[in-house]
């Protein structure tokens, strides 16, 4: 996909009658797909961010998941096909919400309660979705992201097969929206709101794979909290045992993947460098603590 440019919007519908500014790419996550677009309109200068896909049926299915979402996701202007270069790809124009990553911020019990309830309605309103993406078959995406990584160290398989080994017998319930990428880089936290990012992958689901990613991308100390804040706005129980081996395999899939990521990258981001880090020491956590625990029953 060409990098987004003050000249391609000039041809779409939405920016053409405005004076495009500056394109700006917004660095969330590990990935470029989100930017930062100021425009005047008249001798008013605005911001809204653009989101670009290449696949128009996988547009049109995230933006009306996004609608779907309401309060959840940015206020959405519009979606449109803009041709490059012979070619097409999908614009998402959305509002540029005000705020702070939620990474970058000290979460107080409020806020938690406030993703914890977000997530739990998200969950429960699979029923009305418009658009039921299927499940992807998790236990396969792993064999798929490992038939990816060339010539693996020793020790990378030795870290590969052990975590398998726990996770193989995870079942996995379809009975839930899941955003898919619950990341703190993909909520804004606002003065009075926190906005979700990113509907890529949300999709039928298992509510346990958005707890886990919750819980692995949060800091280790916000964890129980997350779980007591998940427990009250669902008014269930969470199974630890079961959220464990999620949490294994939500580290082992994204260490797989920026193991890959690192393997074709010409130059690695610092950024990526501690991704791949920080998902590596989760899998190796995660693999010692349920053994542990398996040795001890």
């Given at each position: 996909?060409p990098?987004?440019?003050?000249?391609l919007?000039?041809?779409s519908?939405?920016?053409?009658?405005f004076?495009?500014?500056?394109?700006?790419?917004?660095?969330?996550?590990?990935?470029?797909?989100l930017?930062q677009?100021q425009?005047?309109?008249d001798?008013e200068?605005?911001s809204v961010?653009?989101?670009?896909?290449q696949?128009?049926q996988?547009?049109?299915?995230?933006?009306?998941?996004?609608q779907?979402?309401?309060?959840?996701?940015?206020?959405?202007?519009?979606?449109?096909d803009?041709?490059i270069?012979d070619?097409?790809?999908?614009?998402?124009?959305?509002?540029?919400i005000e705020?702070?990553?939620?990474?970058?911020c000290e979460?107080s019990?409020l806020?938690?309660t406030?993703?914890?309830?977000?997530?739990t309605?998200?969950?429960?309103s699979?029923?009305s979705?418009p658009?039921?993406r299927?499940?992807v078959n998790?236990?396969?995406l792993?064999?798929?992201?490992w038939?990816?990584?060339?010539?693996?160290?020793l020790?990378d398989?030795?870290r590969f097969?052990?975590?398998?080994?726990?996770?193989n017998s995870?079942?996995?319930?379809?009975?839930a929206?899941?955003?898919?990428d619950?990341n703190?880089?993909?909520l804004?936290?606002?003065?009075d709101?926190?906005?979700w990012?990113?509907?890529?992958?949300?999709?039928?689901?298992?509510?346990?794979?958005d707890?886990?990613?919750?819980v692995?991308?949060?800091?280790n100390?916000?964890?129980?909290?997350?779980i007591t804040?998940?427990?009250?706005?669902?008014?269930?129980?969470?199974d630890?045992?079961?959220?464990?081996?999620?949490?294994?395999?939500?580290?082992?899939v994204s260490?797989l993947?920026c193991?890959?990521c690192m393997?074709?990258?010409?130059t690695?981001?610092?950024?990526?460098?501690?991704?791949f880090?920080?998902?590596?020491q989760a899998?190796?956590?995660?693999?010692?603590?349920?053994?542990?625990?398996?040795?001890?029953?």
């Amino acid at each position: 996909m060409p990098e987004l440019s003050i000249q391609l919007l000039c041809n779409s519908r939405y920016f053409s009658g405005f004076s495009v500014i500056s394109v700006t790419p917004l660095h969330g996550g590990l990935s470029q797909r989100l930017y930062q677009v100021q425009y005047r309109n008249d001798d008013e200068l605005k911001s809204v961010v653009v989101r670009c896909i290449q696949d128009a049926q996988l547009a049109r299915e995230e933006y009306e998941l996004m609608q779907h979402a309401m309060d959840l996701a940015p206020r959405l202007r519009t979606i449109e096909d803009v041709d490059i270069d012979d070619g097409a790809f999908s614009i998402i124009v959305m509002d540029f919400i005000e705020g702070d990553l939620a990474k970058d911020c000290e979460l107080s019990t409020l806020q938690l309660t406030t993703i914890a309830t977000q997530l739990t309605r998200l969950h429960q309103s699979l029923p009305s979705c418009p658009i039921k993406r299927p499940s992807v078959n998790k236990l396969r995406l792993i064999d798929d992201y490992w038939q990816l990584i060339e010539q693996p160290s020793l020790q990378d398989v030795t870290r590969f097969n052990s975590a398998v080994a726990l996770v193989n017998s995870l079942t996995f319930d379809n009975d839930a929206l899941i955003h898919g990428d619950l990341n703190l880089s993909n909520l804004i936290v606002g003065s009075d709101s926190i906005i979700w990012l990113d509907w890529e992958y949300a999709s039928v689901g298992d509510a346990y794979f958005d707890y886990a990613t919750l819980v692995v991308e949060a800091p280790n100390r916000l964890e129980q909290a997350i779980i007591t804040a998940l427990q009250k706005a669902g008014n269930t129980v969470i199974d630890s045992k079961r959220l464990t081996r999620f949490k294994l395999y939500y580290a082992l899939v994204s260490w797989l993947w920026c193991l890959g990521c690192m393997q074709r990258a010409k130059t690695q981001t610092p950024q990526l460098t501690a991704a791949f880090c920080k998902y590596q020491q989760a899998v190796d956590q995660l693999t010692a603590d349920i053994c542990a625990s398996d040795n001890s029953l």
